[in-house]
């Protein structure tokens, strides 16, 4: 799957990890687990508010978390593993659901799984099987057979912490949609809403920006938008230059050669502090002792905008945590009038020249300003996530393309 879906199908998905490290907390014991009595499965209504006359076709794909399998879902909730793949890929069996017409919604359940929820329009999407499992749509390549399907998806993990359910543009900007999730008491919270014109004010902001932004849309040749893609894969795919992100980084790595960049990863843990100097092309982080815990190499654009490379992040409690929050840094471009990070206060994003400029349209769009536009959006609470702890029922609904 694509390197830079924060959802990896395995027990708890890195966004959501990540989620609980920035906010200094860890995944529920069993007895408060215990406690929530999650259901097996949930209901998701899925609405159709697309103002478009094409059939849509929903697909729940995942890990089942109770043995690790993945596989997809019917529309009952029930779970099927694939079957065994191939060399070169083999058909996946047909998992899609019919969905509902515009103005209309569909009712399906979903279990225990960490997955996604693909929808597309007008046509079905094209899952093959290899041997390691499931392959993922590649948007950023012209030969996958899904290129010219307008389509989009929705990351979630229910366990017995309840539901998690974000919308993401990581890996691109697509079919506009929100997310919620309906708690005990009635309540509803809901994530992803574009502000009314903010489909369009997303495409217009790349196509204005100069430097090769515009390059990121794709387009079908009867005229259709398919998607904008992320810059990471807009490098990958030829259509933005790999140097885009230089100068703010040499400007980055300039300045903490003299200067100290001082990192609390931890939201309850204001003591926890490294500190980072550069040091040639390495950025060394000590502790408050003076040791030194871990080292980065300058990263180029395209770790910056992947959070990986050379700004890896393993899911442990040091490396991992610093390298989220200097990749927030630079995508939001806060480095360097912020020496103290995460910088939190999204009144300082996207201000330099030099940015993620992907992201910043994307967040200027949003109804609430919240977005996944980069792995690392939820680093200082900016992310497009929902969670309840006891979930009555998730929620997608397709929004309309203005």
Avoid at 91 to 102: F, L, Q
Avoid at 272 to 301: E, H, I, L
Wanted: charged share 15%; glycine share 10%.
């Amino acid at each position: 799957m694509s390197r830079r879906v924060p959802t990896r199908f395995g027990t708890l998905p890195v966004w959501v990890s990540a989620l609980l490290l920035a906010l200094g907390m860890t995944a529920l014991a069993p007895e408060a687990s215990a406690r929530s009595a999650v259901p097996n499965t949930i209901p998701l209504k899925f609405t159709n508010n697309s103002g478009r006359g094409d059939q849509i076709y929903i697909y729940t794909l995942g890990t089942l978390l109770s043995t690790g399998q993945q596989g997809w879902v019917d529309a009952a909730g029930t779970f099927h593993a694939w079957p065994a793949g191939g060399n070169p890929p083999t058909p996946a069996p047909d998992a899609s659901i019919a969905g509902p017409a515009s103005g209309q919604s569909l009712t399906i359940r979903i279990p225990k799984i960490s997955g996604r929820v693909y929808f597309s329009y007008g046509q079905k999407l094209d899952f093959r099987l290899t041997t390691g499992g499931l392959v993922q749509p590649a948007v950023q390549n012209p030969s996958d057979p899904n290129h010219n399907i307008l389509f989009n998806w929705s990351e979630f993990t229910l366990d017995d912490s309840g539901l998690y359910i974000n919308s993401t543009q990581v890996d691109m900007f697509s079919a506009p949609y929100a997310v919620g999730v309906q708690g005990a008491d009635g309540t509803v919270k809901s994530a992803g809403h574009l502000k009314p014109g903010g489909y369009r004010g997303v495409l217009n902001a790349l196509r204005a920006q100069p430097g090769g932004w515009a390059g990121l849309i794709q387009t079908r040749s009867d005229g259709t938008v398919l998607r904008a893609l992320a810059p990471g894969h807009g490098i990958e795919a030829g259509a933005l230059s790999g140097t885009v992100m230089d100068d703010y980084i040499n400007r980055v790595w300039q300045k903490y050669t003299s200067s100290t960049l001082t990192v609390t990863p931890f939201a309850d843990q204001p003591n926890t502090k490294y500190y980072g100097r550069v040091s040639g092309d390495v950025m060394n982080f000590t502790n408050g002792s003076g040791a030194v815990v871990t080292s980065f190499q300058k990263p180029d654009s395209d770790s910056v905008f992947g959070c990986y490379k050379r700004l890896d992040a393993p899911n442990d409690q040091v490396r991992g945590p610093i390298s989220r929050t200097l990749c927030a840094g630079f995508n939001r471009s806060t480095l360097l009038t912020n020496p103290n990070q995460p910088d939190t206060s999204d009144a300082g994003f996207y201000t330099d020249a030099v940015t993620n400029h992907y992201a910043r349209a994307i967040h200027a769009q949003m109804a609430d300003g919240k977005a996944y536009a980069f792995a690392f959006d939820d680093v200082g609470q900016h992310e497009s996530l929902v969670h309840d702890g006891n979930p009555q029922q998730a929620s997608i609904t397709l929004e309309t393309f203005d």
